[in-house]
Nanobody, 115 residues
Framework: QVQLVESGGGLVQAGGSLRLSCAAS????????MGWYRQAPGKQRELVAR???????NYADSVKGRSTISRDNAKNTVYLQMNSLKPEDTAVYYC?????????WGQGTQVTVSS
């Protein structure tokens, strides 16, 4: 059973930074893509950033220029460095991985940005 274990969320003041981590465990597998999504109260879940095999990345317009997604393939881990955080970034952040065509989700980690 594949599990996605997230860490790095928390409370930060506006303008601060956080680095989210997500490690995929549970066996030997090929990860086609990993990414981060977020969902704020009353809003739909949205893509924050994604990285696919080969290193190509995709960012939401709202975080472009402020965030960087990266992977450590040896550790099956994806990172999201978030800088210049805004209160609008407050949400539950979910790690996502596509493994052999199947979608897996982490349990979610809360990011709260205060004014």
């Amino acid at each position: 059973q594949v599990q996605l274990v997230e860490s790095g969320g928390g409370l930060v003041q506006a303008g601060g930074s956080l680095r989210l981590s997500c490690a995929a465990s549970g066996g030997i597998f090929t990860i086609n893509a990993m990414g981060w999504y977020r969902q704020a109260p009353g809003k739909q879940r949205e893509l924050v950033a994604r990285i696919i095999s080969g290193g190509s990345t995709n960012y939401a317009d709202s975080v472009k220029g402020r965030s960087t997604i990266s992977r450590d393939n040896a550790k099956n881990t994806v990172y999201l460095q978030m800088n210049s955080l805004k209160p609008e970034d407050t949400a539950v952040y979910y790690c996502n991985a596509n493994i052999w065509g199947l979608e897996f989700w982490g349990q979610g980690t809360q990011v709260t940005v205060s004014s």
